[in-house]
């Protein structure tokens, strides 16, 4: 395909002839099955369970479909195709999730088979975005560049792609299953919030292995996932996992859709007995069935091979001259630049959080400018993060300052990566079936009041995270700053959690006290960061503060000392 | 009325399902649940027609791992589709403990699932006499491809993807 030339270095799977065809009769499927709802012969029922394996949802206005994006990782032609969908059948814009997907919000029944085949024609797909099903595979948007990276934890997030698509056994689990890999100590895929959680690392005769957690998740019932076993080898990886499944499968509750994750089996049970099940089934299937193959490990990873970095001998001193002569410019660099692997090159975060803007939404035009500019400037190739940005992963270190000019162009070059107004928040009673609450207008609130770009980088890094109901689309258990919306009688409350952590260092947030209005919420946020300024240390940074000083202090800013 | 379904066609079921009662079975293939094998486990054992076994969605394979050499069939039964419990019971069956009769399913099943049936292990499908048999066939053939191993596949996991073929490989 002509469309795909640009992105020919990009570290995508790359489909061959047996994976189109597997996506054309899945497509080809759906539309026969769109085709029995439409003349009357399937019940909305009976439809309902076959649209959602095909992350097709019914939300408050308008069907909404999910799109995915494995591991987060896009080539700019998919990006292309993505706007040309946004524009064609929905309202000209895209929605980046925690999931590291794309959602479009107002979507035509009768439009999506039509849509589905856009979308395999640049070998992608909405299966198992939705579902009882394992679901797409998250990781580290920095993958394959990060400095501090030990193994490429894409290769085995396609692995697990491919083996969890249409898996016969598990496709009818107790409830949805989300599988994170991060292959860097530093852990940015949030790994312990996950019902399996991997991190890859390497063992004394340098082969690759994995540490596994297990009943990790939020909702109503946060855990932090526990350590299931220290090493798993390679070849053992996929039998591993399967005899996790299979002991979910069997063992987890089916009589309550709100203790059907796998997170409360291992509560209820314990981590011991979980281990000793899952090792008892792990012995009996780890035959040469389920070995992961080395061959079939190389050839995945023949797709992720670095892309032709051009090495420079001398440094040219650009970079440093751009950042002294432009504040705007260096600023943007200290939080939206990460360190790369290759001195001469760096990952930039693209902030899809625009003052006042709403989280994760980026227009089909803006989509066309990112893959243009990533066929410039990253080797064609793109990343969804799970704090809802974008991604280039391998940007010259000398094309900095023509990239930020350029994304400035579209509104794509605010300084936010990581500070206050780097919120993560659902789309909350604006959109979203499930909500109590909104969200994104409170975002936008919370933004704007910190729209002044300076006192942001003086406040330093601080990670807000908002979900509009119990369900935690927005992570705000792990939120630096969490704030939950919650319905009384009726009326939007926020209930507030600080010290949450999705890192390395996972944490939940503790709450501060009883919910407030929305009006509320902007203020209780102002003294929270007051109470922080007037306390840190240096060095410190939010959460660091909090968790020398202990809630209390923050408890009684807000609140009062009666509190 | 129910129809049975193998590799895609209706076939006659020569089993009979028996209640959990005293009735006496009848002389031919014959169905209890796996209460009334417990219950009646040694006038059952003498018994020289075929016996078949009925199991719920928690009754798991290794409940009747010692007693598979007595079972010509395991019928397993799905409350509600989305109730995926026997999927890995008929694999448990099938890899762990080497069952070689038939895995039969029944109760709330749909199309979409037969090939995931037939994939972890069951041989036939027990549908309701109004099932719309063409949805059944095409389910069979739909989807060619598969991305993992399944219990018609004798070689290792050397691959991920493969073509499926379905058919003749159903027969056990």
Redesign the interface.
């Known amino acids: 395909m002509a469309c795909q030339s640009s992105a020919v270095h990009a570290g995508i799977y790359h489909y061959d002839e047996?994976?189109r065809?597997?996506l054309a009769?899945?497509v080809?499927?759906f539309r026969?099955q769109v085709a029995r709802r439409l003349a009357g012969e399937l019940s909305e029922e009976?439809f309902r369970?076959?649209r959602l394996?095909n992350g097709l949802y019914l939300q408050l206005h308008a069907y909404m479909l999910r799109i995915a994006i494995p591991y987060g990782v896009l080539g700019s032609h998919q990006l292309r195709q993505l706007a040309l969908i946004g524009r064609r059948y929905d309202r000209g814009y895209g929605h980046f999730t925690t999931r590291q997907n794309l959602q479009f919000n107002w979507i035509k029944l009768v439009d999506v088979p039509d849509i589905l085949t856009e979308l395999a024609g640049v070998d992608m797909h909405s299966i198992q975005t939705s579902g009882?099903c394992i679901r797409n595979v998250t990781t580290d948007q920095f993958a394959g560049a990060a400095a501090d990276e030990i193994v490429d934890p894409r290769v085995y997030a396609e692995?697990m792609r491919?083996?969890?698509?249409?898996?016969?056994?598990?496709?009818?689990?107790p409830r949805k299953f989300k599988i994170a890999i991060t292959g860097s100590p530093c852990d940015r895929a949030a790994v312990a919030i996950h019902d399996v959680g991997l991190r890859a690392k390497l063992g004394a005769d340098g082969a690759i292995g994995f540490a596994v957690l297990v009943g990790g998740g939020l909702g109503r019932s946060p855990f932090l996932a526990k350590p299931l076993r220290e090493w798993v080898a390679e070849p053992d990886l996929?039998a591993y996992l399967e005899a996790i499944l299979?002991v979910y499968?069997?063992y987890g509750r089916?009589d309550n859709i709100y203790k059907a994750r796998i997170k409360i089996l291992v509560h209820e049970i314990g981590i011991e007995a979980m281990r000793a099940q899952v090792e008892a089934e792990f012995e009996?299937?780890n035959?040469?069935?389920?070995?992961?193959?080395a061959?079939?490990v190389a050839s995945i990873r023949s797709h992720f091979a670095p892309p032709p970095f051009t090495a420079q001998h001398e440094r040219s001193g650009g970079f440093e001259r751009e950042c002294a002569s432009d504040p705007d410019f260096a600023r943007w660099t200290r939080v939206n630049v990460t360190t790369h692997k290759q001195p001469d090159y760096v990952s930039v975060t693209v902030s899809l959080k625009p003052s006042g803007g709403i989280p994760g939404d980026v227009t089909s035009g803006q989509m066309e400018a990112m893959a243009d500019l990533a066929d410039r400037f990253s080797f064609g190739e793109l990343r969804v993060s799970h704090e809802q940005n974008l991604v280039l992963a391998h940007v010259r270190r000398d094309d900095l300052y023509l990239l930020w000019q350029e994304l400035g162009r579209h509104c794509l070059d605010t300084a936010n990566a990581g500070l206050v107004s780097d919120i993560i928040a659902c789309p909350g009673l604006d959109y979203c079936a499930l909500a109590n609450a909104r969200a994104i207008p409170l975002a936008r609130e919370i933004s704007l009041r910190f729209a002044d770009i300076d006192r942001q980088h003086r406040i330093g890094e601080l990670k807000i995270k908002m979900s509009g109901c119990i369900n935690a689309c927005g992570h705000h258990h792990v939120g630096h700053i969490g704030i939950l919306g919650v319905d009384k009688q009726g009326i939007e409350y926020y209930q507030i959690t600080i010290g949450g952590d999705a890192s390395e260092n996972p944490a939940l947030g503790q709450v501060i006290g009883p919910a407030v209005g929305y009006g509320e919420v902007v203020g209780l946020i102002e003294r929270l960061i007051e109470l922080y300024l007037e306390r840190r240390e240096a060095g410190e940074r939010f959460i660091d503060t909090v968790a020398r000083i202990g809630i209390r202090p923050f408890k009684e800013k807000v609140y009062g000392a009666a509190a | 009325m129910a129809l049975l379904l193998k590799d895609g066609e209706a076939v006659c079921d020569p089993w009979a399902m028996c209640g959990d009662d005293d009735t006496a079975l009848p002389d031919g293939p014959a169905i209890v649940s796996l209460e009334r094998w417990h219950r009646d486990r040694s006038l059952l054992s003498a018994r020289n027609a075929p016996l078949g076994v009925r199991m719920k969605s928690h009754q798991?394979a290794d409940e009747i791992a010692g007693d598979l050499d007595r079972f010509g069939l395991v019928v397993l039964e799905f409350p509600k589709?989305?109730?995926?419990?026997p999927?890995?019971?008929a694999?448990?069956l099938r890899?762990?403990h080497g069952f070689t009769g038939e895995i039969r399913a029944c109760g709330h099943v749909?199309p979409?699932?037969y090939?995931?049936?037939i994939?972890?292990g069951f041989n036939s499908v027990e549908v309701a006499s109004s099932a719309k048999m063409d949805s059944w066939k095409?389910a069979l053939h739909?989807?060619?491809?598969?991305?993992?191993?399944?219990i018609l596949?004798e070689a290792?996991?050397?691959?991920?993807?493969r073509?499926l073929e379905f058919g003749s490989a159903t027969k056990r």
Do not use: C, V
């Open positions: 047996l994976d065809r597997f009769e899945r080809a499927q026969r009976e369970p076959l394996m009882n692995i491919q083996w969890s698509t249409l898996h016969p056994e598990f496709t009818f689990l996929l299979r499968n069997q089916r009996r299937i035959g040469p069935r389920y070995r992961l193959d061959a079939i | 798991l589709f989305r109730d995926g419990r999927f890995s019971t694999r448990a890899e762990h749909i979409d699932q090939q995931f049936l994939r972890t095409l739909e989807i060619t491809i598969a991305y993992q191993g399944g596949d290792p996991l050397s691959m991920l993807r073509k």
